[in-house]
Nanobody, 115 residues
Framework: QVQLVESGGDLVQPGGSLRLACAAS????????MAWYRQTPGKERESVAIITRAGSTNYADSVKGRFTISRDNAKNTVWLQMNSLKPEDTAVYYCNAALGNVNYWGQGTQVTVSS
């Protein structure tokens, strides 16, 4: 069982930056593939960034070059650094932990990009 708690969402102007954090419970955090997803009303949840337990990363085309995912297994934490934010980045951002067919989700944190 893994519990995930996101933080760091806020209102930010276009071009600004935010850093989201996801704190995980459990002593086996290191074996999970971690990811950030986002969702806006009326749309499906979409993958934003993924980091494997080995540290390999993958990003949605819409955020490549602007977002960076990282993890610290000793701290049971994964981060999403978001730079050059755009209004279309506005969404609820969710942390995900995956191992095989098992998925855990956080409660989400709101990111709003607006002037």
């Amino acid at each position: 069982q893994v519990q995930l708690v996101e933080s760091g969402g806020d209102l930010v102007q276009p071009g600004g930056s935010l850093r989201l954090a996801c704190a995980a419970s459990g002593r086996i955090f290191s074996i999970y593939t971690m990811a950030w997803y986002r969702q806006t009303p009326g749309k499906e949840r979409e993958s934003v960034a993924i980091i494997t337990r080995a540290g390999s990363t993958n990003y949605a085309d819409s955020v490549k070059g602007r977002f960076t995912i990282s993890r610290d297994n000793a701290k049971n934490t994964v981060w999403l650094q978001m730079n050059s934010l755009k209004p279309e980045d506005t969404a609820v951002y969710y942390c995900n932990a995956a191992l095989g067919n098992v998925n855990y989700w956080g409660q989400g944190t709101q990111v709003t990009v607006s002037s």
